[in-house]
């Protein structure tokens, strides 16, 4: 039997699984893979993209309108209890439990990642806090990824980093700490965006290239810009801190299977040599990839070709919040960031977004969003 596969289109998304389908290391499975932009990765809707594909690699927030619409298969039908459990503990961070619902697996974690700090300049040292990052954003040119939903991410780890849990509360999150964040960001964030700033892979390439800013506070972490054998590796390190600690949200992949899929127990033993430690912890780096699996992420010969990328984000990533994984969380995120951009760039008040992302999160919260890929405008209404 032959499998067709969906996932994003950058070496760290796609090669490992493309050379699995080469390689004598790996069960034979036959699958195609094909590849979407990062931005369709973070935002087009699940349900449709699960009806096309057998194995989907998904972000954790989509989760709850792929389980809502029915679009996927859970892992408990497939891999047993046991090895579902070694997974969850050798997995780092929340990166198995965030695939986790209503009592059910529902993706491999074959990726981990977390919002991290990094440097083009290595005689710059990373900044602990947010408030040092402030202070080195006057002096160096510093850049954050603007588009898709990436500001607002980092507006709510900034409130992760001052004690806050977004949207726990009957607002999403209080004025005051909407109001410092806005002002943070604005801190870093030039009066119109940086052409190359739409998403962590362009300011990435650009930091290493040399022809773009030298510090960003808050980007997902790629391991593979990071390589010591780079003309320009990048020095990643942890997250700046506020006054309760590391702010970051979880990124990530995972493979899930789609409820179209009729999986077999080929499948199954490929997907089970992805998630081995030997084949995380070697393979999956050797094809650029950022492995889930602990093993990897504190092996010592691993991390020094990286030039430290894992012991340096390891902490992010173990703190790192996890997003909303309700079925109308995509839309919110992509509707929230909306709202932030206008804040920053449109001269919305602080005040004025904070109850604008409150509105947006009860919205989608209320039971008729369920509708794979619906919207939500910047009034309120639902589209």
């Known amino acids: 039997m ?9 070496p760290r998304g796609r090669d490992a699984l493309v ?17 979407q932009p990062l931005e369709g990765f973070e935002s087009a809707p699940i349900a449709a993209t699960a009806a096309a594909y057998d194995l989907v690699v998904l972000d954790h927030p989509h989760l709850g309108e ?64 947010w408030e040092e990052a402030r202070a080195l954003a006057r002096e160096v040119e510093t850049v954050l990824p603007s588009g898709g939903p990436h500001l607002f991410l980092t507006l709510c780890s900034i409130a992760v980093a ?28 030039p ?24 510090y960003c506070p808050h980007v997902y972490g790629y391991v593979n810009y990071a390589a010591a054998d780079r003309p320009r590796p990048l020095r990643f390190g942890d997250a700046p801190s506020g006054t309760a600690g590391r702010g970051s949200v979880l990124g990530g992949t995972g ?21 081995d430690a030997r084949t995380q912890t070697a393979f999956v780096p050797a094809h650029a990839g950022q492995p889930a699996r602990t093993e990897a992420w504190e ?4 991390d020094a070709a990286f030039g430290g990328f894992y012991r340096r984000t390891r902490r992010t990533l173990d703190d790192a919040w996890v997003r909303p994984r309700h079925a109308g969380a995509i839309a919110f995120q992509s509707a929230a960031a909306d709202a932030v951009r206008a804040a920053l760039w449109g001269g919305r008040e602080a005040s004025a977004l904070a109850r604008r992302l409150t509105d947006l999160h009860h919205a989608s919260l209320a039971g008729d969003h369920a509708a794979p890929g619906r919207t939500y405008d910047l009034e309120g209404a639902s589209s």
């Open 255 to 275: 493979i899930a299977v789609s409820a179209r899929c009729v999986p077999d127990g080929a499948l199954r033993d490929h997907l089970a040599w992805l998630m």
């Open 19 to 35: 050379a699995a389908q080469r390689s004598a290391q790996a069960p034979s499975c036959p699958i195609a893979w094909d590849v």
């Open 66 to 129: 792929a389980v809502e619409a029915g679009a996927l298969r859970p892992l408990d039908d497939l891999v047993d209890a046991p090895t579902l459990a070694r997974w969850r503990e050798s997995t780092v961070g929340a990166s198995f439990a965030s695939y986790e619902r209503d009592g059910r697996s529902w993706a491999v974690p074959l990726d981990a990642a977390a919002q991290v700090s990094v440097t083009a300049d290595p005689g710059i040292p990373l900044p602990a806090t």
């Open 191 to 214: 009066s119109t965006p940086w052409e190359d700033s739409g998403n962590p892979i362009a300011v990435l390439e650009a930091m290493a290239s040399g022809r773009g800013p030298r």
């Open 162 to 189: 001052e004690g806050e849990r977004p949207g726990e509360g009957e607002d999403f999150l209080p004025d005051d700490a909407v109001a410092y964040a806005l002002d943070l960001l604005r801190a870093f964030a």
């Open 299 to 302: 092996d010592d010969v691993l």
């Open 2 to 10: 032959s499998y067709r596969g969906l996932t994003w289109d950058h």
